[in-house]
């Protein structure tokens, strides 16, 4: 489970995101004054692009295309009450589900030595990860979230031969303090797993989505951007802010990385523009090979940032070359 949340690409560890803007508008006096200014002066050395990596680690899950807003628990409920038991499919063998609910237990109580005895010495991810990059990952991923929750549903399995297929999806959330308010981290990843003796020994990432909230008042983001395209096809990004603006200001990006093992610990350039509306709205045209990507927005306003990544894999066979005349 723990390898979806690293194959979400979590820039947690370096906890940093550059973020660039004009020379025009940092030079503006208003808004360096601004909640937005003081903002930005704090997030510049704590900020993640994406959220990724460690997620994709601990569900083996793949991320969901829906929106997943971060939410705190009622003040009346404590935060150590029993959470109630997702649904298990119907006959559903006890080794596995007693697999999944321990790599829960272990991730839940950051016991990379415990999650690490259910993932096979020969193991594979569809994103390249190994078991040394999973370690890495998650440690600097619970070093900055150390209250992370873990909560993986197993929603489908068949046998095969000896090893046993199963599809899990994990949902994650945490926080983390800033002179800022505190960030606020909810991830969803699904994924496709082949055990084999007990432990994981193939790990499929079929989607995700993670969300990072700073500040006071993050702004509510909602997203469109398929889940799967073809080569060369053209798809549409919106990430739209859900709050009237009234006068504040509204500073986004739209960020697109290639899903590979050396790029989880880079954090992304990112090149903030003034919006004149209220999000981003990006067309794009996937790569003519197949391939996958993480698809990020960055949107920040008064006193607060939102960060919402999302996978988008890019399927099916290369589109015909062009014939010359």
Request: charged share 20%; hydrophobic share 40%; glycine share 6%.
């Amino acid at each position: 489970m723990l390898f979806s949340v690293i194959g979400h690409k979590v820039r947690i560890a370096n906890c940093k995101l550059r973020i660039v803007m004009t020379a025009n508008l940092l030079n503006r006096e208003i808004f360096r004054r601004s909640p937005m200014g003081k903002i930005l002066n704090s997030l510049s050395a704590c900020l993640l692009v994406p959220v990724l990596l460690a997620l994709s680690v601990i569900v083996s899950s793949n991320r969901t295309v829906a929106q997943a807003p971060v939410q705190t628990p009622p003040a009346s409920t404590p935060t150590n009450a029993p959470q109630p038991q997702p649904p298990v499919p119907l006959n559903a063998p006890a080794e596995l589900t007693n697999i999944i609910a321990q790599i829960d237990a272990a991730a839940n109580q950051r016991n990379i030595n415990e999650v690490l005895k259910f993932y096979s010495p020969n193991f594979t991810h569809s994103d390249g990860l190994t078991r040394q990059s999973m370690t890495q990952a998650l440690t600097a991923l619970w070093k900055s979230y150390p209250q992370l929750k873990y909560q993986t549903q197993l929603l489908s399995w068949q046998p095969q031969g000896r090893a046993t297929i199963a599809e899990t999806v994990t949902k994650i959330t945490g926080t983390q303090p800033q002179a800022v308010g505190n960030t606020l981290l909810d991830a969803t990843i699904r994924s496709k797993q082949r055990y084999e003796n007990g432990q994981i020994v193939q790990q499929e990432i079929l989607s995700e989505q993670s969300q990072i909230k700073t500040g006071d008042k993050p702004p509510t983001v909602e997203v469109k951007l398929p889940q799967q395209v073809k080569p060369g096809q053209q798809y549409n990004f919106d990430a739209v802010v859900r709050e009237p603006l009234g006068d504040d200001y509204l500073l986004g990006a739209a960020i697109e990385e290639p899903i590979r093992p050396d790029n989880f610990a880079n954090p992304a350039r990112v090149d903030l523009e003034l919006l004149s509306s209220g999000g981003l709205f990006k067309i794009g045209r996937a790569p003519i090979k197949p391939d996958r990507y993480w698809v990020s927005a960055v949107l920040i306003r008064g006193d607060g940032m939102t960060l919402v990544t999302q996978r988008l894999n890019v399927v099916g066979k290369n589109p015909p070359a062009a014939q010359k005349p």
